[in-house]
Structures are given as structure tokens and as C-alpha cells.
């Protein structure tokens, strides 16, 4: 997905679970030939779009006045909307405190959202990467992050997830395959802190 100038989504590629919001099976990118463009990008049907964010086959939608859409896959509640069913068109979401987001990081089946005040909700798959404990398999209402606090940025692996204080700590939580999380164990229910000090976190 591309956010143009004017706040419009344009997107490309698989849709399988509906991840581009469409009935098409696939949408190709345009290419060009003697500076002509060849085909066309589908365009997602909302404007005055701020951020996007997509996991594998989950997308929101930050909208410039505070809302929120998402859609696609939510076999394991990742799109925060209450179910499980498949999200096969944008969905405004709604839950306690959803005007205070600022940020959101989605992996393969779990989505993150930073609050203003530096706590984390998160909902999904909850084999230890939502940082909550093994009190529920699957969360479909965002729930706060209890050991979390003052946190300014949050990423996302498939099936981990990494937060970053006002003072550069850093916690981790997930599943901790190849070392993926820094630290000697198989994972952690909860977040973990690893670190701390000058910050060289690369993302793409």
C-alpha cells in the first residue's frame, strides 16, 4: 500500500483474506514502458488518511481526524473488532481509549497500538507475543500491556514484539525463534526488558 500527498491509499498485490479490500484475487502494480504506465493501482474507498499499517494479511487505517479502519484477516482478532470473522471491507474501529492512539505495528497475527500517554494496547494471536500473559489464546478486543509504561516506539515481528522507552530500554515479548528477541530463552509471556543505553534499533 502507498499513501499519496493528498491522503489517499493506493494498493497492490494478493488478496488473499482480503487484505487489499477488494473482490479481485490480485491487484498488480503499475510498470512503465517508454514513460507510459501500464496498468493501474486499486484505491482503497477512504480519504484523509494520516498513517498506514499493514501485518501480513491485516490493514489499519489512521485517518487524519483520529479514526481507524481495518480489514482482512482476523482469524485470531487481530483486527481488534470484537470477532473473529473475516474483515472483507474497512471497519471503523471502537474501543475504551481508541482516540489516543498514536502509532500501531501489526505482525503476522497480532496488532499493537501506542497510546499518547506511553501505554500499549494489543490484541491477536497471544502465544506470548501481546505481553499480557497466557491468560487467553486469542485477544479480539485490544487489552493494555500492564508492565508497560512511558513507551515511545513499538515494532513488530511475525510473532514478537519489541517497545523502546522515553529512556531507551528496551522490552521484548514472543516467540524467541533464531534469538529474535536478544536473550537466552524460548519466549516470554510477558514483556521482558533487554536493554538499554544509545539506541540503534534499524527498521525498514
Not at 71 to 87: D, R
Not at 130 to 141: K, N
Request: glycine residues 12%.
Amino acid at each position: 500500500m502507498g499513501l499519496t500527498d493528498e491522503g489517499r491509499v493506493d494498493a497492490c498485490g494478493s488478496n488473499d483474506y482480503s487484505a487489499l479490500s477488494c473482490l479481485s484475487t490480485f491487484i498488480y502494480i503499475p510498470y512503465y514502458r517508454s514513460g507510459t504506465a501500464i496498468g493501474n493501482f486499486m484505491q482503497i474507498p477512504i480519504t484523509n488518511v494520516n498513517k498506514i499499517c499493514h501485518g501480513s494479511y491485516h490493514c489499519f487505517l489512521m485517518l487524519k481526524d483520529g479514526s481507524i479502519y481495518t480489514w482482512g484477516s482476523n482469524a485470531s482478532g487481530e483486527c481488534g473488532v470484537g470477532h473473529k470473522n473475516l474483515c472483507k471491507t474497512p471497519t471503523k474501529l471502537n474501543f475504551e481509549g481508541i482516540n489516543n492512539v498514536t502509532d500501531i505495528s501489526a505482525g503476522y497475527s497480532h496488532t499493537l497500538f501506542l497510546m499518547n500517554d506511553g501505554t500499549v494496547y494489543a490484541c491477536g494471536q497471544n502465544s506470548g507475543q501481546l505481553g499480557i500473559g497466557g491468560s487467553s489464546a486469542q485477544i479480539t478486543v485490544p487489552e493494555e500491556i500492564p508492565s508497560l509504561s512511558n513507551i515511545e516506539k513499538i515494532f513488530t515481528g511475525d510473532y514478537s514484539s519489541f517497545f523502546i522507552t522515553e529512556n531507551d530500554e528496551v522490552y521484548v515479548c514472543g516467540t524467541n525463534v533464531n534469538g529474535c528477541l536478544l536473550y537466552n530463552s524460548d519466549g516470554a509471556d510477558d514483556a521482558l526488558r533487554i536493554g538499554a543505553g544509545r539506541r540503534r534499533l534499524v527498521t525498514n
